[in-house]
């Protein structure tokens, strides 16, 4: 049984830090791409980063790009997400998936999905 347990969500001051973790079993990690994906309050799903089996590449939303940082380490099937200078548009609950292909940003082509964590920014 494929499991993703994502954590290291919490609440945050805006220009603040976090990093969130993903912890995968069930499935041989390093032959699946890693993604992020969020979902703020009454809003769709929407993606923020994404990773490749073998983690040289990596592709991210315009919304985060140079804040957030994937990365992903195949010993320990666990997928990251460094987020730096987080403002209050941030919060929402996180996501991670795993998908067979690289690169996709739609949900549609992620085949097993963590519970998610929550994120949120105080202003």
């Known amino acids: 049984q494929v499991q993703l347990v994502e954590s290291g969500g919490g609440l945050v001051q805006a220009g603040g830090s976090l990093r969130l973790s993903c912890a995968a079993s069930?499935?041989?990690?390093?032959?699946?791409?890693m993604g992020w994906f969020r979902q703020a309050l009454g809003k769709e799903r929407e993606f923020v980063a994404v990773?490749?089996?073998?983690?040289?590449?990596?592709g991210y939303s315009d919304s985060v790009k140079g804040r957030f940082t994937i990365s992903r380490d195949n010993a320990k099937n666990t997928v990251y997400l460094q987020m730096s200078s987080l403002k209050p548009e941030d919060t929402a609950v996180y996501y991670c998936?795993?998908?067979?292909?690289?690169?996709?940003?739609?949900?549609?082509?992620?085949?097993?999905w963590g519970q998610g964590t929550q994120v949120t920014v105080s202003s």
């Open positions: 998936a795993a998908s067979e292909y690289y690169y996709y940003t739609t949900t549609a082509k992620y085949k097993y």
């Open positions: 069930g499935l041989t990690f390093s032959r699946y791409a």
């Open positions: 990773i490749k089996w073998s983690g040289g590449n990596t």
